[in-house]
């Protein structure tokens, strides 16, 4: 069992963490005693045309709770998609915040490999904001050139469907070729080849605390 009592989710842009934990979530979310999630971005620029500024901010309430994640505790901040690295301090900062408030026992954030340049950057600011906390990598494959996992966390059938339906809530991202159902599937057969049961998700255990 994760020590998952009070789980903080950080996801650079709103979508990453469901399509890297969202089915550990779902798995620990109902015996969690709190479950954050926070939307570093809501990638207004980025969106395809016609959509509305807020589209990913609604998607994401949807998404987030067919995972079990109460509204209340779903938080957007406001940076500019792809220019992370300009605003390092702030990000840090509301880290820093999240950690006196939330008060996280186990925080998800991107692996130490992931190439994109935003969530280089709350991987980064992350090993420096919650040095005293259990912290693991999430894999995006699609992102990753190589992923040295330490960590396979077995998954239901619940779980991997309550994640499918969650990337599903992302209308906008459709024609992404990784948010394919059967591509998602694939991907958790393939980590749970890893670990010896049917389904799961990886993970690069960052920090380890053992309270």
């Known amino acids: 069992m994760l020590p998952a009592q009070r789980m903080l989710i950080l996801a650079p842009h709103a979508d990453d963490g469901e399509l890297g934990a969202g089915g550990t979530i779902h ?13 570093f971005s809501t990638c207004a620029q980025s969106l395809p045309d016609g959509l509305a500024p807020d589209t990913m901010e609604h998607e994401c309430r949807a998404a987030t709770a067919r995972l079990g994640i109460p ?4 938080e957007f901040l406001d940076f500019r998609v792809r220019r992370f690295n300009e605003r390092r301090q702030d990000i840090l900062d ?6 006196r408030e939330v008060r996280p026992t186990l925080v998800f954030a ?14 980064q600011e ?16 699609w992102n990753s050139r190589h992923f040295d996992f330490d960590l396979v966390v077995g998954l239901s059938e619940a779980d991997l469907e309550a994640k499918l339906a969650a990337i599903s809530a992302y209308e906008s991202q459709h024609f992404r070729p990784y948010v394919d159902r059967e591509v998602q599937r694939g991907i958790a ?8 049961v049917p389904l799961a998700e990886a993970f690069e255990v960052l920090r380890w605390i053992d309270p």
């Open 27 to 39: 798995k620990y979310a109902s015996a969690a005693e709190s479950v954050t999630y926070v939307a």
């Open 71 to 74: 509204g209340d505790r779903l």
């Open 94 to 99: 509301e880290m820093i915040r999240l950690r």
């Open 110 to 123: 991107p692996n130490s490999v992931d190439v994109h340049q935003d969530h280089t950057v709350i991987h």
């Open 126 to 141: 992350a090993m420096r904001a919650f040095k005293g906390t259990t912290l693991l990598g999430y894999e995006l494959p």
């Open 189 to 196: 057969i393939y980590n749970g080849l890893k670990g010896g």
